[in-house]
């Protein structure tokens, strides 16, 4: 049975009206067997795994990172990738002004973002990303949450940002495919 994971991430500064609709969109993605893979950052992030229940796997920067905020009781999985070298590539292929990541922990923090895209080990690169981020004009977004944007449209996966008036409706179109791709695969006889 393939595995549909979605990235998950944002702002630490969110409205009350942004966590509830990341939390109940969460909700309904696991409920129809999306993963969320999410990066434990106050705000965007742990609002994607609270409503993702069981069904999210976290990348950290490092191991302790936020824990005294929200501890996910019921991940799947839980990675420290803050200094692995595949982030570390990523960093200085996307990242705008690497150069401005002048600490460990600056660079640890974008180096997971990588991960957010990609997956690791068994858990495979995402379908789409869903973030509550401020949009640019460029076409980017404001803040960390750019570094997974950035990757995801270098390898054309779609990126719907919550924070756009056309959200709902992206999503949908991004989404409904995908649903019945995995309803298919629930519905599909088991092999004995």
Known sequence: MSIFAYAGIG?????KTEEDM???TASMLASE???CYSGNALGADITFQRGSGNRCVVM???RTYNLEHY???TALAAYCLGDHP????SLKKYHRNPDKLNTWGKRAMICRDHFQ???YETWPRVKFVLCCATPLADGTVKGGTNQAVAIAKDLKIPV???RTAEWVTELANVVAPLIKQLRKQKDAPKVQ
Not at 11 to 15: A, C, P, Q
Not at 86 to 89: F, K, P, R, V, Y
């Open 11 to 15: 702002d630490t500064d969110i409205t």
């Open 22 to 24: 990341i939390y109940s």
């Open 33 to 35: 067997g999306f993963v």
């Open 60 to 62: 950290l920067p490092w």
């Open 71 to 73: 501890i996910p009781p």
């Open 86 to 89: 595949d982030g570390l590539a």
């Open 117 to 119: 895209v990609h997956g």
């Open 160 to 162: 719907v940002n919550i």
